[in-house]
C-alpha cells in the first residue's frame, strides 16, 4: 500500500489489503480475475464482487473504454464521468444520480475486463467498495483543503516536483490528480477519517482524458 503515512490499521483491514492487492496483481500480470463477495454492508454491496467482472473484449480508444465502463456501471444504476489512459490501462471514475463521484474502476485494455480499482475504490470506500461503513472507525473528519495540503505534503517528501489539483470526493476517500507544471502525471487519495495516503502506482503513464460529461 504504497503511501500510507506509517498508520497502524486494523488486523482484519490489513489482510483484506493484502488480498485485494495480490488478486490484482494477478489479473495485472494476465493471470485472469476470479470471484468474490463483497463484504455485507448493505443489499448494494452485497450485490457486488470484488473482482467486478464484466469482460467487453480489446478496449482502443477512451470511447471504447467509456462504454464498457458504462455497461458496467449500469448495474448499479451509476454513470460514467472522466475517464483517462494510462500505460498500463484505462481509468473511470463512476457517478451516481445526482453526478457525485461514486467509485473509481479499472479497465483492461486487452480483454476489456471492467473491475473496482485497487486501492482505495476496494478499501477505502464506504459505500462501494469491500469494506463495511464501519472499519474506517469516525466520520468525515478531514475536508477537501485538507486533502489537498496532506497530499501536497506527501508529495513533497516521495514524489519532489509535483503538486495535487482539487479533490474529487468519494463516499470515505478523496481522490486528486497530481501535477507537474500543471500536466497530469498520475493520481493520490486521501482517506476522509484518518488523512492516510494512497499512491495510484498502478497506472503508469498519463497518456490523455476525456472529462466529464
Request: glycine share 12%.
Amino acid at each position: 500500500m504504497t503511501g500510507l503515512r506509517g498508520r497502524r490499521m486494523p488486523t482484519a483491514v490489513l489482510i483484506a489489503a493484502v488480498a485485494a492487492l495480490l488478486a490484482s496483481l494477478m489479473w495485472v500480470a494476465g493471470a485472469g480475475p476470479g470471484h468474490g463477495r463483497l463484504g455485507p454492508a448493505s443489499p448494494r454491496r452485497a450485490a457486488m464482487t470484488a473482482d467486478v467482472v464484466s469482460r467487453e473484449g480489446p478496449v482502443h480508444s477512451l470511447a471504447d473504454a467509456g462504454r464498457a465502463a458504462a455497461r458496467f456501471a449500469d448495474r448499479w444504476s451509476l454513470r460514467v464521468g472522466e475517464v483517462m489512459q494510462f500505460s498500463n490501462g484505462y481509468y473511470a471514475q463512476l457517478l451516481d444520480s445526482h453526478g457525485k463521484d461514486a467509485t473509481e474502476v479499472l479497465v483492461d485494455p486487452g480483454s476489456g475486463t471492467v473491475r473496482l480499482e485497487i486501492g482505495p475504490a476496494m478499501m477505502w470506500n464506504t459505500a462501494y467498495g469491500m469494506m463495511p461503513a464501519g472499519a474506517w472507525p469516525g466520520a468525515v473528519k478531514v475536508g477537501s483543503g485538507q486533502a489537498v495540503r496532506i497530499a501536497d505534503q506527501w508529495l513533497r517528501d516521495h514524489r519532489t516536483g509535483l503538486r495535487a489539483a482539487e479533490p474529487e470526493q468519494f463516499p470515505g476517500y478523496y481522490t486528486l490528480h497530481t501535477l507537474h507544471d500543471d500536466h497530469i502525471v498520475g493520481m493520490l487519495s486521501v482517506n476522509a477519517t484518518t488523512g492516510d495516503i494512497w499512491y495510484h502506482s498502478w497506472h503508469g503513464r498519463f497518456i490523455k482524458m476525456q472529462e466529464r460529461p
